[in-house]
């Protein structure tokens, strides 16, 4: 019968040479009938090739860091990195770029996490990150405009150190206070971008954290307070 047929093919020597030959990629078996004698056959399906492909590389799971908002996303990021007692905490507005820009790189020269707040309410969740870093000092980025006293007094209770507040008259003194405060003369680098949007001093200063450099903040011209913190880094490369 056609079935014993197909059964001895199955079991026959030849068959597993060529379904063990490395130069097949695929195998089946189909059914042939032969209209002349009525007869159907059973039949051996091989195709040969070059080897498949193998599986598609599993995707990639991006590791998101993120909250439910910028306040909580910050909280996160400091979650994620910093382990409790770190020496410095900063604080900088999350409601405007230029402060909390200017100073990331000074957090990272000092290896410290940055976290925002709102002017005048102290978000939940940057004050559970606060408890839980349990900062040895805290340091406040930008002017009462930006940030008010009464956060500022709020601060007070999430370190036994001091609260200090780094600012200036406006974003660039701000940025530049914060340069001084922690940057010796003579930097390598100092990085230098606008002050009027974020998109390229938000770049910059992963780029000046990576390399232990200031970030400096102009607009059309240099500003006063820029220019006179130049003086005083006297940097090699701008």
Known sequence: SADTAAQQWH????????????TYVAAGLGVAYDP?????YWTGIFIAGPPPPGPPPAPVDPNRIAGTDRYATAAAV?????????AVAFVGSGQAFP?????AAAAARTG???????????????AQELARLRPGRIVLLGSSGAVDAPVMSLLQGYT????????????YATAAAVSKATFAVHPAAVYIASGLNFPDALAGA??????????????????????TELTRLAPTHI
Do not use: C, E, W
């Open 99 to 103: 402060d909390a820009l200017s100073g």
């Open 112 to 126: 410290s996490p940055v976290l925002l707040t709102q002017n005048g309410l102290l978000p939940m969740s940057t």
């Open 160 to 171: 036994t150190g001091t609260v200090t507040r780094l600012a200036g008259a406006d974003r």
């Open 36 to 40: 002349s004698s009525g007869r159907t």
């Open 78 to 86: 400091a979650d994620s990195a910093f382990k409790p007692g770190v």
């Open 11 to 22: 079991d026959s020597a030849p068959h597993y040479a060529i379904i063990t030959s490395a």
């Open 206 to 227: 992963a780029a000046a954290a990576h390399s232990g450099s200031p970030v400096l903040l102009v607009n059309s011209s240099v500003p006063a307070s820029t220019a």
